[in-house]
T-cell receptor, first 116, second 115 residues
Framework: AQSVTQLGSHVSVSEGALVLLRCNYS??????LFWYVQYPNQGLQLLLK??????LVKGINGFEAEFKKSETSFHLTKPSAHMSDAAEYFC??????????????FGTGTRLQVTL | DAGVIQSPRHEVTEMGQEVTLRCKPI?????LFWYRQTMMRGLELLIY????????DSGMPEDRFSAKMPNASFSTLKIQPSEPRDSAVYFC?????????????FGAGSRLTVL
């Protein structure tokens, strides 16, 4: 079984400050890891993903995440927050796929608030 | 591409009524997922299909819920009879092996309110 734990249901940062959203995973097999973002009244959009290879992955809107196997973590960061980053962020894990999809298990989400 | 298309976007119904939610995946995608989102339980996977075949329906809450995928371009999620606790946003998502089989593209969701 696979699971993710997102630490902090709400995070508030000032505009221009560092954004750090925490995600720890549990998986009995090598994981695929994802961050998705959800804006109000919309579906989820992929920010970035880790499958294999480079452990630091860059995504859209200046976000990046680092896969740390020893810490079972996949934290999301952005050097400088912008007001438009206010949204809910979901970490997700899945198992290796053989060409068809296997299920994604999502964390409970972290709501990011950006203040002036 | 128009993306994943869900209908209706909003549905208000009374307890005991049948509800049918519809999804059109992205053309060429061979996997389709139904998720439910509530404040209390977050995002829950209800069922997913690969190549129109149900693979895992362990998340379907009870027999009142059923899902079908008669062809590669259409899926339905049906609740009969509906109950107030079914109120949630229901998302459909699709994926394909070319773009990365586990990269899901989500629809905008169907917000269901059962009175």
């Amino acid at each position: 079984a696979q699971s993710v734990t997102q630490l902090g249901s709400h995070v508030s940062v000032s505009e221009g400050a560092l954004v750090l959203l925490r995600c720890n995973y549990s998986s009995s097999v090598p994981p695929y890891l994802f961050w998705y973002v959800q804006y109000p009244n919309q579906g989820l959009q992929l920010l970035l993903k880790y499958t294999t290879g480079a452990t630091l992955v860059k995504g859209i809107n200046g976000f990046e995440a680092e896969f740390k196997k020893s810490e079972t973590s996949f934290h999301l960061t952005k050097p400088s927050a912008h007001m438009s980053d206010a949204a809910e962020y979901f970490c997700a894990v899945s198992a290796f796929n053989t060409g068809t999809a296997s299920k994604l298990t999502f964390g409970t989400g972290t709501r990011l608030q950006v203040t002036l | 591409d128009a993306g994943v298309i869900q209908s209706p976007r909003h549905e208000v119904t009374e307890m005991g009524q049948e509800v049918t939610l519809r999804c059109k995946p992205i053309s060429g995608h061979n996997s389709l997922f139904w998720y439910r989102q509530t404040m209390m339980r977050g995002l829950e996977l209800l069922i997913y299909f690969n190549n129109n075949v149900p693979i895992d329906d362990s998340g379907m809450p009870e027999d009142r819920f059923s899902a079908k995928m008669p062809n590669a371009s259409f899926s339905t999620l049906k609740i009969q009879p509906s109950e107030p606790r079914d109120s949630a946003v229901y998302f459909c998502a699709s994926a394909n092996r070319v773009s990365g089989a586990n990269v899901l593209t989500f629809g905008a969701g169907s917000r269901l309110t059962v009175l």
